[in-house]
C-alpha cells in the first residue's frame, strides 16, 4: 500500500465524506479508491473490456457497403 500526503480543496473533502457515507466505506483512503476506480473503469483503455471486444467481433461480422465517392456516400446517407 502506497501512503500519500495529498491537498483537496473544500469541495473535493465535502464529496469524499458524501461518498463514504454513502457507501459505508471506513474512511477517505476507503472513498477516494472507490472514486478512481470509478473513473478509471471508464477512462483507461475501453479497448479491452470484454464488451468492447464482443461489440467488435459483431461489427466484424457485417458485411461492407461499398461505397466509392464522397457523393456515393452523401446519397448513402441522405445528405444530398
Do not use: C
Request: hydrophobic share 40%; charged share 30%.
Amino acid at each position: 500500500m502506497v501512503q500519500a500526503v495529498i491537498n483537496i480543496q473544500e469541495n473535493s473533502n465535502r464529496i469524499l465524506n458524501i461518498v463514504k457515507a454513502k457507501y459505508g466505506l471506513r474512511n477517505k483512503s476507503d472513498a477516494i479508491d472507490l472514486v478512481i476506480n470509478e473513473y478509471g473503469d471508464n477512462f483507461l483503455e475501453p479497448e479491452l473490456r470484454p464488451e468492447y471486444i464482443e461489440k467488435a467481433k459483431e461489427i466484424m461480422k457485417q458485411k461492407p457497403i461499398h461505397i466509392g465517392t464522397v457523393d456515393d456516400l452523401r446519397t448513402h446517407l441522405g445528405i444530398d
